[in-house]
Every structure is written in C-alpha cells, then in structure tokens.
C-alpha cells in the first residue's frame, strides 16, 4: 500500500471516530445536565416522588461514570460484512439521536464475529479492521480479510493483510503498573470462555501470561451485561490474592463500562478485617485445613457449660438456687433447636429464667401466673447473680473473640484439639494482640456462621431498623395527609406504611454493591476467583457461603501453587462442595512471557517433578535469560543492574524478585534509587502473583527453592513474570535447569 492510500484510509476513518466520539460528548453533556436538575431539585413531594428522584440520580451517576471510563480506545476496530454493512465494535453501545447504531458493545452478540471469524469459518465477515488510537486520533489500521473473493471484489486493494499486527502491538508495549483490558485483541479461545454460561463453576486453568485473569474480568463484564437483571441484584465479587493485585486489576472494568463489582482480597471477606499479618507455613497449613471447622464447633460448645454444682442467686433480697440439672436440661433444648449459639441462647436463657421464675414464686409465697410472670422474669433479669450465672453458662460471643481466645489458651487447644499433632498445636498458638492474617479471616467467617449475631447486635440493629422506618412511615404519612387536605374527595389508594416499604425496596436496590461488601451474609450473583490454587479448603467454604448459587468463574494454574493449605488438584478442592458439576477451560497460549524465558522457567519447574501447563509462547522474545555469579557485595551488583537495566528499558516496569525472608533488606537498599516504588519494585514471589513487568531481576533462586514447601512453584511464579527480559544475580549455586544460562556480557544488548 502507498504512502499517499494509507493517508487516506486513516483520514476516512478519523472522520468516522470523531462522528463517535461527539456523541460521547453529547451523552456526557446530557448526562451531567440531568444530575445538576436532579440535585437542584431538592426532596420535596411524595415519597414516590423522593424514590424516583433518588433512583435517577443514582442511574445518572453511574451513567457519568460509565461515560467517562471510555475515554481511551471508545472505538477498536470495525467489521465489513457480506450484506455490505459495517459493524463499528468499541467499549460501549452508541446511538445517534435517531436511533442510529454507531458503536457495538464489544459483549453485544453482533460482535462476536469481531473475535471468533476465521476464513474457515468467516461468519459473514468479509474483512476485520483493527484500529490503534491514541487519545482522539487514528494511528494505524490492521486488516484482515476472511473472505478474499469478495474483498477484491467489494473493496481497494489497500488493506494491510496483517492477522496479529494489533495483538503484537500490544503484547511488546512497555507495562504501566494497571493491567489494561484487551477488548481490542481478544482471541478466539479467550472469548469462548468470556462467553460461557453463567450457570456452575466454571475453572479456567492456564499456565503464566495465558491471561487468566483479564479473561476472567472480561468475563466478570460480559455477565454484568448480558444477565443484567439478575446480577444487578446480587452484585459479582472478584477475589484476588494480595492488595496491590487489586489495584493493578482495579481499572479494567470500570474501563469496560462497569462500576458493579466488589474487589476484595481473602482476607478481607470478613467486614471488619482487612487481614495483614503472616503465617508460618506450618500455622497456614493447619488453619486452612476442614479440621479447623470441627475444632471451631467444639469450642463452641465448650462455652456452653454446666455448673459444677448447685448456686445461690439472691433476688431482690431472696434467694433462690439454681441446680445443675435445670442448666443441663435448657442447655439440650437449645441445642436441639440447631440454631447458632447467639441465637439459641435466647431459648436457654428464656427455659432458665422460667425455671427460676417458678423457684422466685415459691420463695415469695406468690402463684406463677399470667399476672405475676412479667414481673418476676424482669425481677430475675435486673438480678446481677442471675445475669452472671447464665453468662457463665452461655456467653454471648463473637467470633473474633473466640478466636483469639482460643489461639492464646495453649490447654484450651490440647483439650479440643485431638486429631492436631503437638506440632500443629503449637502452630496455631499465639498471643491475643497477634495480627489477623488472610488464614485467619476464613475461621472468623466459619466462627462467626457457627454463632449467629449475639443479642445485642439484634437488638441494636431492631432498634435503629424500628427508628428508620417509624421515620419513613410518618414522612409518608404526613404526605398522604397533605394529599387527603388537598383532595377530600379523591379515595386514599395507599397506606403511609406501603408507601414507605415501596421506597424502602427501591433504595435497597440502589445501594446493592455498597452493602455487599460490608454484609457477611450477602449472596452474590456470581464471584470470579483469581490465583484460585491459593485459597484452602477453609477459605473454599467461606466462597461458597458468599455464593450459594455456585455461580462461579475459577482461574487459576495448580503447577504455580505457592500456597502450602493450596490446591494440588481441582477435582479434590472443588468435588466437595459442587461433585462433579464443574467444568473445565483450558488457555494454551502465552502471551506474556517469551518463549526463550519460558523453556527456562518450564525447565526448572519439571526438574522438581511438578508438570507445567501445556501451552506454546506468542512470541520467542529478542532477549535470552541471563545468570551472573555475584563476587562481591550482593546489593551493590543490584544496585547496578537495576541501574543499567532502567537506561535501557527507558518506560515501563521493573520488579526485583527475591525469596520473601530477604525481600525487606533488599528493598531498604533500592529504596534511594531513581524509579524506587514506582517504575521499580521489591517483591516476594507471593506479592507477584499475577502481576507482569518488562523486566525481572530475579535474585537468588536456590533461596526462593528452598524458601517454602512450595519454593519449585515459587520460582517458576517469579521467572514467568517477565514480557522482555529475565536476569538473575546469585552467589549460590544455581539450580540445574539455569546452569547454562548465558553471562549478560555474552548474551549483549542487541536483540536477537
């Protein structure tokens, strides 16, 4: 194609961007016009009036926000069809004011063509054109053709016959610290699993760079959109396995036009907590084992209790006696009722405080009937000896506070504990002031389903429900009044009390997503979950409870396990609480990590006898990995490499990878260097889960090995994080799979 053809095809399509992005304009224009009247308008009407002022707002709002998230890339490429159409595809639906369609949703079934079509099986595509943009203007144009015959025949010779341009373009760009989405280049296997069903669970196993994770928030986006009214409802949670995980994901779906979707890490699943702390290996294991889940039942039970013998209970001046067998007998009543022990307690203390009430009536020489019961139980209840005994029988607990209890009483521990060894005893025992860790969150979860709410949250929480809706029901009223003084005539259709509920259930549908991340009973529509192998089967329950439809996206690749309470096998993590109701996808192509790292890394990781993934690389790589031998000072020879390797790299990402006992010294060392903590960064290969960067400095590997249980599947998680080159600085000898690695002197800086 001539210079002076291309010139044009990208004025023609220029032309064709601006069109759409002037309708972006208009619709935020549009947009932030009605939110400005709507918040001008105050809340004066009928309740009515007030729901559907607020819900407008609220649609609005999201509307802005959806609006301006596609910014970047609104349109990424078109499709000429058969019918001499074409389908322009972008990041969201647009219209012109006469209902013309401008710009297919990417998820909308008319663009499924634009990822799956191949000449084999064109579709009615004649030919895909991918757009590269930066900003507002057309960079570069990519065409393929599916069917030659009628190109030729419909079109000028001047396309680019390039299949991979776009997705070349993207793989090799320098990385910024946030994932970015791939609406652009979605291949075809990628958008068979995006598409899948919403029903079961569905495990999406791939090995690193196969693009588990931005398949499955693409995924997580297409759901939102084309089961809508059912998710709307229930909200979509998206697990991830650290913080800064979450922030470098955190953009893709508001990018995609959602803003619905809860992000959390494990160890945030339990409001209240945001789990920092670290377990041992020995103390992970063991906490992510289903016999914690029976060790936490019987402490429970432990603290329903039977006095040892009888007890005197003054009343008031009198003195009653409360006898072992009425504890045991009200004990087994609220046991049988199977209810958690918060809630059951109520029946125990009600069946104690009538037994007791029987005893007052006797002492006072009164009869136990219908008059004098009220006064009596409330004189049992004013009586510290009574509110103390039935404490002592049951407390009222919360789950952080039975853990921590039981954690710090190592004989607590040895009495409930008898499948645990010494050793896993041990493990577990810590002092009360101990940080939460992400293990953790899944027994206080566990606690906390086995104790139900404890007498005061209820009543608290009635007394401020009662408080809301007393308000709401009188506001309500006092306009139905209004309505009656202005209309005496007119028949009443409603009541102030299904006025006000009407209001409530609108609300409620508002605030959905808001709500979802801070109540522990919410059940989500669906729940994606990324670096699935991590999780144990303690944190599998807590999923499952957040769940129970068990709609479920699962990505994750058990050969890079790190966890030692993690999956080995999906079939053992999953069969037990779905059977054999799952289903299995499998990615096959790396696009991340070149081919030349990859041998290395799939090298090193079949030497300790797990079996990688099977998947082929997208692209060799220019670079090959290198080893050095460091003589000297271990921080220095860093402090240069990271130095020469920034100057060399110009934008984009590095990340030194080191085995997490010495990642806090080597931090401190870099952390006065230029890019420190933003272009550059220091991170265990736990932290670097899921992440990618141009370059990777991995340093000691026999230190990562030997680091943990899993330290094969460490090293393999930190060598396949690269997209460009791979160093490794070590003074211990290396494994055998990196002993022939090239020196940095012989491998040059010239790409080959």
């Known amino acids: 194609m001539t210079d002076a053809a291309m010139a044009d095809l990208l004025r023609a399509e220029q032309a064709e961007l601006d069109i759409r992005y002037a309708r972006l304009d208009e619709l935020r224009a549009e947009t932030a016009r009605t939110l400005a009247q709507l918040r001008s308008s105050g809340t ?83 030919s895909r054109r991918h757009l590269s943009t930066a900003g507002r203007r057309v960079t570069g144009i990519s065409d393929e053709v599916l069917d030659l015959d009628r190109f030729t025949a419909s079109h000028a010779s001047t396309a680019t016959l390039s299949a991979e341009g776009a997705l070349m373009l993207a793989l090799n760009a320098h990385r910024t610290g946030r994932m970015r989405d791939i609406v652009a280049t979605i291949q075809a296997e990628q958008d068979e699993i995006i598409r899948a069903p919403l029903a079961g669970v569905l495990v999406v196993q791939g090995g690193p760079g196969t693009g588990k994770t931005v398949v499955a928030l693409h995924r997580a986006a297409y759901l939102l959109y084309a089961h809508r009214d059912r998710l709307a409802r229930s909200g979509v949670l998206v697990v991830g396995p650290n913080a800064r995980f979450l922030r470098y994901i955190e953009q893709v779906l508001p990018s995609l036009g959602e803003t619905g979707v809860v992000l959390a890490t494990a160890g945030q699943l339990f409001p209240g907590v945001d789990a920092q702390g670290v377990d041992s290996p020995e103390a992970a294991l063991v906490k992510g084992d289903l016999r914690m889940a029976r060790l936490l039942a019987a402490a429970v039970k432990a603290r329903q209790r039977v006095p040892a013998g009888p007890v005197r209970l003054d009343v008031e001046g009198s003195t009653i006696t409360l006898y072992p067998g009425d504890v045991e007998q009200a004990r087994s009543r609220a046991q049988q009722s199977r209810k958690p022990h918060n809630v059951a307690r109520v029946r125990f203390a009600g069946d104690l405080l009538e037994r007791l009430a029987g005893r007052l009536a006797k002492v006072l020489k009164t009869d136990l009937d219908a008059d004098s019961r009220p006064e009596l139980i409330n004189a049992l209840r004013n009586s510290a000896d009574v509110r103390r005994e039935i404490n002592l029988c049951w407390m009222p607990l919360t789950a952080e506070r039975l853990l921590r209890d039981l954690y710090a009483d190592a004989e607590a521990l040895g009495r409930l504990t008898p499948r645990l060894s010494a050793a896993e005893r041990q493990a577990l025992q810590r002092p009360r002031s101990a940080p939460w860790t992400p293990a953790d969150v899944a027994l206080l979860d566990e606690a906390a389903e086995l104790l139900g709410a404890d007498e005061a949250q209820l009543d608290e929480a009635g007394r401020v429900a009662a408080a809301e809706r007393a308000h709401e029901v009188e506001y309500a009223g006092r306009v139905l009044d209004m309505i009656a003084d202005m209309e005496p005539d007119a028949p009443r259709m409603t009541t102030a009390d299904a006025l006000a509920q009407r209001y409530e259930a609108t609300a409620d549908r508002r605030v959905l997503v808001d709500e979802a991340a801070s109540d522990r009973s919410w059940a989500f529509g669906h729940v994606v979950v990324d670096e699935a192998q991590e999780l144990s089967a303690m944190q599998w329950r807590v999923l499952m409870r957040r769940c129970p439809s068990r709609s479920m996206t699962v990505v994750g690749d058990t050969a890079q396990t790190g966890s030692p309470a993690g999956a080995s096998s999906w079939g053992r993590m999953l069969d037990s609480y779905v059977g054999g109701r799952w289903r299995l996808a499998e ?40 080893a050095e031998r460091v003589t000297g000072e271990l921080a220095a020879t860093l402090i240069r490499t990271v130095t020469a390797e920034l100057a060399a790299l110009g934008d984009g990402r590095l990340a030194v990878i080191v085995a997490a006992q010495a990642q806090p010294e080597l931090a401190r060392a870099l952390s006065g260097q230029p890019g420190a903590g933003e272009q550059v960064v220091v991170l265990s290969p736990a932290q670097c889960k899921g992440l990618e960067f141009d370059v990777v400095v991995l340093v000691e590997p026999a230190a990562i090995l030997a680091g943990s249980p899993r330290g094969p599947s460490d090293l393999y998680v930190a060598m396949t994080r690269s997209t460009q080159r791979l160093r490794i600085l070590h003074q211990q000898p290396l494994p055998a799979a990196l002993t022939g690695l090239a020196t940095p002197e012989q491998a040059g800086r010239t790409p080959r």
């Open 44 to 126: 004066a009407g009928t309740p009515a009036a007030r729901v559907e002022r607020d819900a407008f707002l609220a649609l609005n709002a999201q509307n802005q926000q959806r609006l301006a998230a596609v910014e970047e890339r609104l349109c990424i490429g078109r499709l000429n069809m058969a019918d001499g159409t074409d389908r322009y595809v972008g990041r969201i639906g647009l219209t012109d004011r006469d209902g013309v369609r401008l710009l297919l949703d990417w998820r909308a079934p008319a663009a499924q063509p634009f990822y799956r079509a191949t000449p084999a099986v064109p579709d009615g595509v004649v």
């Open 587 to 626: 990615l096959t192509v790396n696009y991340r990590t070149p081919g030349r790292i990859m041998q290395v890394a799939t090298q090193a990781l079949a030497e300790s006898g797990i079996k990688p993934s099977t998947m082929t690389s997208a692209r060799p790589g220019d670079w090959p990995p290198t």
